[in-house]
Each structure stands twice: as C-alpha cells, then as structure tokens.
C-alpha cells in the first residue's frame, strides 16, 4: 500500500504570496498523482492531474511538478478564493490513497 | 452536463448497514468509473472504491475490503454503495465522484451517514 505525506500540515500566506505544496509517496508512483482543492462545505475539485497537467477550467497560477515520490503543487500567486484544503491524491495498481492534506490559511 | 445526485442523509445504528446511491446524468454511463471517497467530521479525505459500470469491475480499498459494496444499475444511470457492521467511525460525509482520465473530476454533493446507538 502507497502512503502519502503532505507538508507542512497548515501554510500561513498572505494574498499575493507563492505558496509551495508538497506531497510525497511511500514508493513511486511514477507521475499518477493528482491534486484537489477543497473549501468548507464543499465537494473537493481536481485541479492537477497526472503530476503537471492542469484540469479544464483551472486557472495558470496553479502548476503541479514531479514525479516518482516527490510531488509539489505550486500557487504562483495567492488570489482570496485560494486559501483552502489542498489534497494529493495517487494511483498505484488502479487502487487511489489520499494524503491528509495541507491547509493554506489567510497569515 | 455532467451531474450526480446522491441519496439523502441517513441514520443507523451499530451494526446495521447503509446503501447509498448516486444517480448520474449527462454523459454515457458505461463509460466513465465511478468512485466513493468518503470524509469524517473535520478529517480529511479517504477513497473507499472504485466501479467501473460498463465492465462491472472493482477495486476496493484494503481498509474497507469485504465491507463495502459497489454495484451498478445501467437501467437507472445509477451507482451504489453499500457499506454494512456499521460502527460510529462510519459517521461521514460520503461522495461519489465520476472519474476523468481515471482521476475525480466530477463529484456529487454528498451524503451524510451518522452512526449513533
């Protein structure tokens, strides 16, 4: 089984500033991860898919690198609507795992 | 568009079980899998399982394996999922998401189980 670990466990960021996810698995999971966004009370949405390719309608401030077992989801430019829970997500085996995710906050 | 409307909010006890559905519109139903993910009050995200309708394939998560239960009804663009010996870490929201290029890319709204004697 696959684990994955997100760090930091909360970011503290002011709108504007670039804020750096990272994700990384227990043993490689070649670049099938994907990243979701998700806020309160909401169904989470999938921003990132395959390591680096951006869903349909996500906006260019949000890119995704890496590949094996260290993942980042970068958000180039903190915009209000961003601060929110951020979740990885692989597929090893056609079985998925999430990973417990990292809260981007309003510092 | 795509669209998934799922059950409403639902009460057990202990050791009982729960079937959940997750009724699909606008798209071809055999085509896409479909998953469950289900998320504790204030806990982060757990996937439980994937089907695919047309094939009628399955993957279970290890954690939940021999619990729960996927099953399609092509007749009714429908998905379910039956999770049974229900305890009160069972208490979630549970949502069915529709895959895109074998990610979640289309979710329902969700679907509150709570677990209580």
């Known amino acids: 089984e696959v684990v994955l670990t997100q760090s930091p466990a909360t970011l503290s960021l002011s709108p504007g500033e670039r804020a750096t996810l990272s994700c990384r698995a227990s043993q490689s999971v070649d670049t099938y991860i994907a990243w979701y966004q998700q806020k309160p009370g909401q169904a989470p949405r999938l921003l990132i898919y395959?390591?680096?390719n951006r869903a349909t309608g996500i906006p260019a401030r949000f890119s995704g690198s890496g590949s094996g077992t260290d993942f980042t989801l970068t958000i180039s430019s903190l915009e209000p609507e961003d601060f929110a829970v951020y979740y990885c997500q692989q597929r090893h085996n056609w079985l998925f795992a999430f990973g417990p995710g990292t809260r981007v906050d309003i510092e | 568009q795509v669209h998934l409307m799922q059950s409403g909010t639902e009460v057990k006890k202990p050791g009982a079980s729960v079937k959940l559905s997750c009724e699909t519109s606008?798209?071809?139903?055999?085509?896409?899998?479909m998953h469950w993910v289900r998320q504790a009050p204030g806990q982060g995200l757990e996937w439980m399982g994937w089907?695919?309708?047309?094939?009628?394939?399955?993957k279970y998560s290890d954690k939940f394996h021999g619990r729960v239960t996927l099953t399609s009804d092509t007749s009714a663009s429908t998905v379910y999922m039956e999770l049974s010996s229900l305890r009160s870490e069972d208490t979630a929201v549970y949502y069915c998401?529709?895959?895109?290029?074998?990610?979640?890319?289309?979710w329902g709204q969700g679907t509150l189980v709570t677990v209580s004697s």
């Open positions: 395959d390591a680096s």
């Open positions: 998401a529709r895959g895109i290029i074998q990610w979640l890319g289309y």
């Open positions: 089907i695919d309708p047309g094939s009628g394939s399955r």
């Open positions: 606008g798209y071809t139903f055999t085509t896409y899998t």
